[in-house]
């Protein structure tokens, strides 16, 4: 149950930190100012809990791991409960403080940072461009926290790669979707927009699983498992 609220606290930190930056500060700090506080969400949850559950704080990431042996399926099935559960009060808790402007703020039409395609693509993608480009950037940061964990390394010293990486990908992302690479960002703020958002989320859980399969299969490749017991041993 430790590791399940770990999940949960790293998940609504990241969607606290990295959508409430979007929605209370984004005409302030613009993309690049968004995605490092993606970026930095996760580095300083990686410190915070990352010794207690590994800081997943994403499904996908949470899948890679299954998928490469690297932890039970009861165990996962309590971690993406756990982060679900984590970026839906996360989104709330944005959502109420947003209420508080002069302006008040309304989710469905605002958006909530929510993630989309087409009209509701900050730079009108399509359908196509946004399911590569979650595909590909998923795999970029599933692969990296595989690779970057494998070995008998600090976890601290993991999440500096980690944290930069997400940051990279927000970078690449958020043009195309406002960047999701991640089932449970992306369904805390639907949840509250509804409408379009629920109607386009499909596209955020179906690609971020195509990457982290598609990046486990590929660690499996580069890592094998008879080599890194030797390199932990070691």
Same mark, same amino acid.
Do not use: K
């Given at each position: ?16 930190g990295?959508?409430g ?8 700090i613009?993309?690049?100012g ?5 970026g930095?969400s ?18 996908a ?14 165990d996962?099935?309590?971690y ?12 709330a808790a ?6 508080? /402007? %002069?302006? @008040? *703020? &309304?989710?469905p039409?605002q958006? #909530?940072a929510?993630n989309?395609?087409?009209a509701? /693509? %900050?730079? @009108? *993608? &399509?359908?196509?461009?946004?399911? #590569?480009?979650e595909?590909i ?7 990296t926290v ?11 010293l993991?999440g500096?790669a ?7 990908i927000?970078?690449?992302g ?8 991640n089932p449970?960002?992306?369904i805390g703020?639907?949840?509250?927009v509804g409408g ?8 955020f ?5 195509i990457?982290?399969v598609?990046?486990?299969?590929l660690?499996q490749?580069?890592?094998p ?6 390199a932990r041993?070691?």
């Open positions: 149950m430790r590791r399940y609220l770990a999940e949960l606290v790293g998940t609504f930190v990241l969607v606290f990295g959508c930056s979007a929605v209370l500060a984004g005409s302030s613009g993309q690049l968004v995605a490092i506080a993606f930095l996760l580095l300083t949850m990686v410190f915070a809990i990352g010794p207690i559950s590994g800081c997943h704080v994403n499904p990431v949470t899948a890679g791991f299954l998928i490469a042996g690297r932890m039970d399926a009861r996962a099935a309590g993406v409960i756990a982060q679900v559960m984590g970026g839906i009060i996360g989104a944005v959502l109420f403080i947003a209420w508080g /402007s %002069p302006m @008040g *703020y &309304d989710a039409t958006g #909530l929510a989309g395609y087409g509701h /693509s %900050p730079g @009108g *993608y &399509d359908v196509i461009a946004a399911l #590569l480009v595909v950037l998923t795999f970029l940061l599933v692969f595989l690779a970057a964990t494998a070995l008998a390394t600090p976890v601290q993991a500096i980690i944290g930069f990486a997400l940051a990279l927000h970078l690449v958020i043009p195309v979707t406002n960047t999701s690479v449970a960002r992306s703020p639907a949840v509250f379009w958002a629920l109607q386009q989320l499909w596209l859980l179906v690609a971020p699983f990457g982290s598609c990046a486990a299969l660690y490749l580069v890592y498992r008879d080599s890194l017991i030797a041993a070691d």
